[in-house]
């Protein structure tokens, strides 16, 4: 039997409570009775551990970063077929061009955030959805804008499969959602060309907003934090490799 985790974790997500101490291992991203939609293995849980000790010496240091990683099966969003790829600290293809980004970046965009419970969090990329369910187990009110319709599609399938509650939106994500801002923080799991002001304006004062800028072949993760009106500052958090951001405030290709 896999020893029950001894820290509690006080998530409070609508529904959804992360508590490992009455969690016992069995559900799936914390929400109750969700053990037989899909599995995980006592093998995958292990592989997860390992993963969580590696992010962590690599500088993942937030432990509800790395909590959220433990807790989210990486494999359920997956290609089915390379599941033995899942827990390795790499990005994968995923359909549409896209990938489902290296688990150390996911990490590390996470923590520059600094995301807190009930903070609203707009995500500009769904993917696979990863990232979204990490977010969620976290705390966070999740809207997430995907501009390929099968992922959008596939996502939003597999969030309501596993009882996230997760606002997902088919669109295009360089605009942001000003219908719906301000919002605590933004993350951009494309790469853009520029910072684009118009989603930085969406941020709520003392708001963060993370993103990997710069050309097609290598990008900095660039990390806005509002401070007024009319007021940010930037700092810049080491080279990543991103696919690139499309839409009206994103590459023409």
Known sequence: MIPILTTYLSFSVHEIRCNFLSAKNIDICCVPKTKHLLQDTYKLKGKRAQLVSELKSLGIHAPNVLRAVDA?????????????KAYENIAFPIEGGQTISQPFTVAMQTQLLEIKPEDKVLEIGTGSGYQSAILKVMGANVYSIETVERLHQTAKMLFRKLGLD????????????PELAPFD??????????????????????????APVGDLA???MILVTRNGDNEYTESSHGDFNFVP?????????
């Not at 939106?169 to 360089?174: F, L, N, V």
Request: glycine share 12%; no cysteine; aromatic share 10%.
């Open 218 to 220: 290598v990008q900095k």
């Open 166 to 177: 997760i606002a997902t939106i088919y669109g295009d994500g360089s605009k942001g959602l």
């Open 72 to 84: 989210v099966p990486r494999h359920f969003f997956f290609p089915k077929d390379f599941l033995d």
């Open 245 to 253: 951001l499309t839409g009206s405030n994103g590459w023409a290709i």
């Open 185 to 210: 923080k933004i993350i951009l799991t494309a790469a853009a060309p520029q910072l684009v002001t118009s989603l930085t304006a969406q941020l709520q004062i003392g708001g963060k907003l993370v």
